[in-house]
């Protein structure tokens, strides 16, 4: 079994930066990505960003590029989230998942262990 938990939200102001974190526990030997995602009241999930552990590749959604980054540390099993320029819209629950399979990916159904989430609160 495979263990997430999120941590590292809180409440900014618009502009701010905020850094999420994931780390894994348990037997995570058969995990191969890791994404980033967030759920709005009232809104569907969202994937936001995904990376593959030990090869380095990520993938953004559009709404997130070129102001989040996704990296990973591997010796401690723990990935991360750096979240800048953040406004009022990207208040929302976020949520960390794992998984198995090749590549990585923005579908939630491509992950089998969640996280209970981390709340992110952006005022203006």
């Known amino acids: 079994q495979v263990q997430v938990v999120e941590s590292g939200g809180g409440a900014v102001q618009a502009g701010g930066s905020l850094r999420l974190s994931c780390a894994g526990s348990g037997y995570t030997n058969n995990i191969n990505r890791v994404g980033w995602f967030r759920q709005a009241p009232g809104k569907e999930r969202e994937g936001l960003a995904a990376?593959?552990?030990?090869?380095?590749?990520?993938y953004y959604s559009d709404s997130v590029k070129g102001r989040f980054t996704i990296s990973q540390d591997n010796g401690k099993d723990t990935v991360y989230l750096q979240m800048n320029s953040l406004n009022p819209e990207d208040t929302a629950m976020y949520y960390c998942a794992a998984g198995g399979g090749v590549g990585p990916t923005l579908s939630q159904y491509g992950y089998k262990y969640w996280g209970q989430g981390t709340q992110v609160t952006v005022s203006s």
């Open positions: 990376t593959i552990r030990f090869g380095g590749d990520t």
